[in-house]
Nanobody, 116 residues
Framework: QVQVVESGGGLVQPGGSLRLSCAAS????????MGWYRQAPGKQRELVAE???????NYADSVKGRFTISRDNAKNTVALQMNSLKQEDTAVYYCNVFEAPGHDHWGQGTQVTVSS
């Protein structure tokens, strides 16, 4: 069994910054990619950013230039630095750990609220 634990959400004013962290532990075979998704009320869950074990990074267009994803392969951790936050970034953010098709794992989610 794989455990995925996120931390770092909270309330921030527009233009502010937050850093999300995620750690995976347990019966991990091989992590191919780690990433962050988000889901706002009434909307579908969407990819925010992902990084493969080889270092390939993919960002949603809406966060390019503002968010930075980083990963420590040895520690099975991934972080998301979020700068210049906007109200539309408000959502529950979920960490995803992908091992293979049908074998991905999700954290419980952490709330990010951007509001003045």
């Amino acid at each position: 069994q794989v455990q995925v634990v996120e931390s770092g959400g909270g309330l921030v004013q527009p233009g502010g910054s937050l850093r999300l962290s995620c750690a995976a532990s347990g019966s991990i075979l091989r992590i191919r990619a780690m990433g962050w998704y988000r889901q706002a009320p009434g909307k579908q869950r969407e990819l925010v950013a992902e990084i493969t074990s080889g270092g390939t990074i993919n960002y949603a267009d809406s966060v390019k230039g503002r968010f930075t994803i980083s990963r420590d392969n040895a520690k099975n951790t991934v972080a998301l630095q979020m700068n210049s936050l906007k109200q539309e970034d408000t959502a529950v953010y979920y960490c995803n750990v992908f091992e293979a098709p049908g074998h991905d794992h999700w954290g419980q989610g952490t709330q990010v609220t951007v509001s003045s």
